[in-house]
């Protein structure tokens, strides 16, 4: 299996190169080829396996290049039960009072995101790829951050023989949990740095330290390299392609399922369209999916696009309340629009160019008859989020945060309006209702918490009745590490300082 760049017809790369690389360079996203094909046989195998070894079947097929002995060894340590507490998976399928909702709860690792399902594992994919195209040289790794991917990064990278990671985040701009998070995250070869600035000004300090000719050329004079974690990297979205199939083998065990070719409905809260593209990932791979349900916060434009096949960022950015998806630029989106041309990457670089320049561009008719006819897109502002948080608990006595209110807002809506209450839906939970505990107390109280973010913690505890994950717990009692702020111009030294090189 090798892969193509969604903008260049003559990028050939094996899956290592892809995921060293991790964005080919002129800027296009790495693409499989070909996708496999699973059938209703293949699916009643998988549903006799356990998570680690339905990991191990899928990834084989993507990873051509790979060892079996080198993808187990990465499954193995990923997704070992010490890392996602008590769970007997990765994941748990929860299934509320409506008969056909399904909750795929995917927050039980280390950081209480999702994110973790794909950074446990990218590490050692990442490591091994590396090994294979560019020996014994340490990786650099590089991160901005707004929040939840630099905690599961770091989580992900700590102690990784061969590694060492510097994250950047704004001081101002992420929430006490999560800055907490970061300060005292442990790891010899794992670093935190706090920036005065935003996002975006951490984000542009950290690509134009990435791309700097006399940079790279020091590192290679000390046997380093940089390399990306981020969302657009192969090797995330592969491991996200699998708890798809697992939930859908999930319902078949149960019987929920009973019959070949059965559909589902996947609901997906989305900022980047990396989560929801690996479930159309999935469908195309064989998983009888019927529709795909793409919902957004008041950050809409995936909503638009869906609707009109106009995408334009030219708007209001929003900060609300589910924050992780609070993005204008959902850069996964430029791999589903390479598989709705048929791979015609004229087309789009084009768009993507319009993008850069204009801010915008308009999808072909064809193009958008059939993203329409596998996706729907809604979205919902803050005020329904809290409500739709009241309402889960206080009808189902499920406990919720922010980001999968949104999702179970727009399954609600999609079943207005469609009349589709039948087919069997999982909605993709995404956080911890823990990691967000202010927002999702004024969701069930009305009014302002008070209190440091513990104190909330506690109080989201006491009156729910739901335990506080171990993780956040344990936030308490750790000494802060890291406490250095710099300011935008200072990057480049943190950098050399933490490497020990200049
Ligand atoms: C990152 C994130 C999302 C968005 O996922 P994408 O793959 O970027 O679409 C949704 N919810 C939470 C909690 C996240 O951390």
């Given at each position: 299996m090798n892969y193509k760049s969604t903008r260049d017809q003559s990028v050939n790369v094996t899956a290592a190169q892809a995921i060293a690389q991790g964005i080919s360079k002129e800027g296009g996203l790495f693409v499989p080829e070909k996708l496999p094909s699973y059938s209703y046989a293949d699916l009643c195998a998988l549903s006799h396996m356990d998570y680690v070894d339905r990991a191990q079947r899928i990834l084989s097929d993507f990873l051509t290049d790979f060892t079996q002995e080198e993808i187990q060894e990465s499954v193995t340590a990923a997704y070992a039960p010490d890392k996602f507490g008590e769970h007997p998976a990765p994941l748990?399928?929860?299934?509320?009072?409506?008969?056909?909702?399904?909750?795929?709860?995917?927050?039980?690792?280390?950081?209480?995101?999702?994110?973790?399902?794909?950074?446990?594992?990218?590490?050692?994919?990442?490591?091994?790829?590396?090994?294979?195209?560019?020996?014994?040289?340490?990786?650099?790794?590089?991160?901005?951050?707004?929040?939840?991917?630099?905690?599961?990064?770091?989580?992900?990278?700590?102690?990784?023989?061969?590694?060492?990671?510097?994250?950047?985040?704004?001081?101002?701009?992420?929430?006490?949990?999560?800055?907490?998070?970061?300060?005292?995250?442990?790891?010899?070869?794992?670093?935190?740095?706090?920036?005065?600035?935003?996002?975006?000004?951490?984000?542009?300090?950290?690509?134009?330290?990435?791309?700097?000719?006399?940079?790279?050329?020091?590192?290679?004079?000390?046997?380093?390299?940089?390399?990306?974690?981020?969302?657009?990297?192969?090797?995330?979205?592969?491991?996200?392609?699998?708890?798809?199939?697992?939930?859908?083998?999930?319902?078949?065990?149960?019987?929920?399922?009973?019959?070949?070719?059965?559909?589902?409905?996947?609901?997906v809260p989305t900022g980047n369209f990396g989560n929801i593209l690996a479930a159309y990932y999935a469908r195309s791979m064989g998983l009888p999916v019927q529709k795909l349900i793409c919902a957004s916060n008041s950050n809409n434009v995936l909503t638009d696009f869906i609707r009109s096949g106009t995408y334009d960022k030219n708007r209001h950015f929003y900060t609300t309340i589910s924050p992780s998806m609070d993005i204008l630029i959902s850069s996964n989106l430029e791999r589903l629009l390479y598989h709705m041309t048929g791979g015609d990457t004229q087309k789009v670089s084009g768009w993507m160019a319009q993008l850069a320049h204009e801010g915008r561009y308009t999808v072909d008719e064809t193009v958008l008859r059939q993203i329409q006819s596998l996706f729907y897109g809604g979205y919902c502002n803050d005020e329904d989020t809290e409500r739709t948080i009241k309402m889960m608990f206080d009808t189902e006595h499920y406990l919720c945060d922010t980001h999968t209110a949104v999702a179970i807002n727009v399954y609600k809506q999609y079943v207005e309006q469609s009349g589709d209450r039948a087919t069997p839906t999982v909605i993709a939970s995404t956080a911890s209702p823990y990691k967000f505990a202010a927002s999702v107390l004024q969701a069930l109280e009305g009014g302002r918490p008070n209190g440091d973010e513990f104190a909330m913690v506690e109080s989201l505890s006491a009156l729910t009745g739901t335990a506080i994950p171990a993780p956040i717990l344990a936030l308490k009692e750790k000494g802060v590490r890291f406490n250095r702020v710099c300011d935008t111009a200072s990057m480049l030294e943190v950098v050399f300082d933490t490497l020990g090189i200049r």
């Open positions: 748990a399928l929860q299934q509320t009072g409506e008969d056909n909702m399904y909750l795929l709860e995917l927050w039980h690792g280390p950081t209480c995101a999702f994110k973790d399902m794909a950074l446990q594992l990218l590490p050692h994919l990442l490591t091994k790829s590396l090994h294979k195209t560019c020996d014994g040289k340490t990786a650099v790794i590089l991160v901005a951050t707004s929040g939840d991917t630099g905690k599961a990064a770091l989580e992900g990278f700590k102690d990784v023989a061969g590694t060492k990671m510097l994250v950047f985040y704004p001081e101002d701009g992420v929430s006490p949990m999560q800055k907490r998070q970061m300060a005292t995250q442990e790891g010899a070869n794992v670093h935190v740095c706090a920036i005065e600035g935003n996002f975006d000004d951490a984000q542009t300090g950290v690509k134009k330290i990435f791309t700097d000719p006399a940079v790279a050329e020091i590192l290679a004079k000390n046997n380093m390299l940089f390399s990306s974690a981020n969302s657009i990297n192969w090797g995330r979205l592969l491991p996200q392609i699998v708890y798809y199939f697992s939930a859908y083998c999930d319902l078949m065990s149960t019987g929920e399922i009973d019959h070949e070719g059965e559909e589902i409905n996947i609901v």
